[in-house]
């Protein structure tokens, strides 16, 4: 069994409220404007709402379930402030492979080999 370093990943992510409702939006396959409309919030407070910091509570967070791997991967990126153009590079695969395996529609073993070995350090 894997060691785990200080600087490996959690296993178990505690997500941020807005990292929550990134993932259940992308699981509708909504639009920030159409979860708003559904929400009856301005698109403008949507966008805050995905924006905050706050640990995930709530009804919707609590029906959240388990993330699967790919958005696992997807709320590292991000915490790392890393586009996907960026990453995609880091990685050398394209975009649209990231953007397959991020959304769970291509295996994740590229990502799995980054954020949970030696390159979750860069």
Do not use: C
Not at 58 to 69: C, Q, R, S, Y
Not at 79 to 87: C, S, T, Y
């Amino acid at each position: 069994m894997r060691s785990s370093s200080p600087s490996a990943p959690p296993t178990k992510l505690h997500l941020t409220y807005g990292e929550a409702l990134r993932i259940l939006r992308a699981r509708k396959g909504e639009t920030q404007a159409q979860a708003a409309v559904r929400l009856g919030v301005s698109d403008f407070a949507y966008r805050n709402f995905e924006r905050s910091t706050e640990p995930a509570a709530g009804p919707d967070v609590e029906n959240l379930g388990d993330i699967t791997p790919g958005e696992r991967y997807r709320v590292l990126r991000r915490r790392r402030g890393w586009g996907l153009v960026a990453f995609a590079r880091k990685l050398d695969i394209s975009r649209a492979w990231l953007i397959q395996m991020e959304q769970g529609r291509a295996p994740t073993k590229i990502l799995a080999a980054y954020w949970d070995g030696a390159g979750a350090t860069d």
